[in-house]
């Protein structure tokens, strides 16, 4: 009945990892002859590394960040524009704690998306609630949520996460409706919650991006009131390993035949 009763008592606590794991932790605290005190804190510590890793699980899981990307697997020595201490500084998700944004700028494969899915990484395992989604991706659902009457509802759920990574942005022009739905997000999340920006285009074309200078010039004023902007100088990642293979070489060959 003792047995019983605590396991009752763990379920109730929602100490889980104890409860399915008793035995075997008994085990290990008796095999290192551990006093009471640090068996609880051993009991503690397994409890607390449980809940974490399923907290990080659940985490990544509704983040829907594409793939699986770390800061340590960045090559930088392949772009040296990046100030390598910058990333690390920004590893620490202070901007997300004060709210600000982070813009992510640069041609395409130069790594801009490795340094998105990273840094949504490094803010799950620190507690930040994450979502990423593509500029395209977002425009079309809010697009739609505007047409159905839903646009508060769908933008009171992009306002959620306190980060908000959005990708690709500038690949392809908005309508100028959806850039007025764009600023609508912007605005709720301004100094409120920390929005990530991969874009190949310079913040001076944003303009042509949105369709509406007046509407880019509003985004812009919001997103870099407090902001963090890396600048990425570079050739594509891809490109290179093709020129390496001599796949670019055979190409223009072929072209010329």
Not at 106 to 129: D, N
Not at 212 to 233: K, N, Q
Request: aromatic share 8%.
């Amino acid at each position: 009945m003792d047995s019983e009763r605590l396991i009752a008592n763990l379920t109730r606590l929602k100490l889980i990892a104890i409860r399915d794991k008793l035995d075997n932790f008994l085990d290990e605290a008796s095999r290192r002859e551990m006093s009471l005190l640090e068996t609880l804190a051993y009991l503690c510590e397994q409890e607390i590394q449980s809940k974490n890793q399923r907290r990080i699980q659940m985490g990544i899981s509704i983040s829907k960040l594409p793939y699986f990307r770390t800061l340590e697997q960045f090559d930088f020595e392949s772009q040296p524009s990046i100030d390598p201490k910058q990333i690390r500084d920004l590893s620490t998700c202070r901007y997300i704690g004060n709210g600000d944004s982070l813009l992510l700028l640069g041609p395409p494969g130069v790594g801009k998306t490795h340094l998105a899915v990273a840094l949504g990484r490094e803010a799950i395992f620190l507690g930040y609630t994450v979502l990423f989604i593509s500029a395209t991706a977002l425009l079309t659902h809010l697009t739609k949520a505007h047409q159905e009457g839903k646009l508060a509802e769908k933008i009171g759920q992009y306002s959620k996460p306190k980060l908000l990574i959005i990708d690709e942005l500038g690949y392809l022009p908005f309508d100028p409706k959806a850039a007025h739905l764009f600023f609508q997000l912007v605005s709720r999340r301004y100094e409120k919650g920390s929005i990530l920006i991969t874009s190949n285009r310079s913040v001076g074309e944003w303009g042509e991006v949105f369709g509406d200078p007046i509407v880019a010039t509003a985004i812009l004023d919001r997103l870099l009131h407090h902001s963090h902007v890396v600048t990425i100088r570079g050739e594509s990642y891809r490109l290179k390993e093709k020129r390496k293979s001599g796949l670019i070489r055979t190409e223009h060959l072929k072209k010329n035949k």
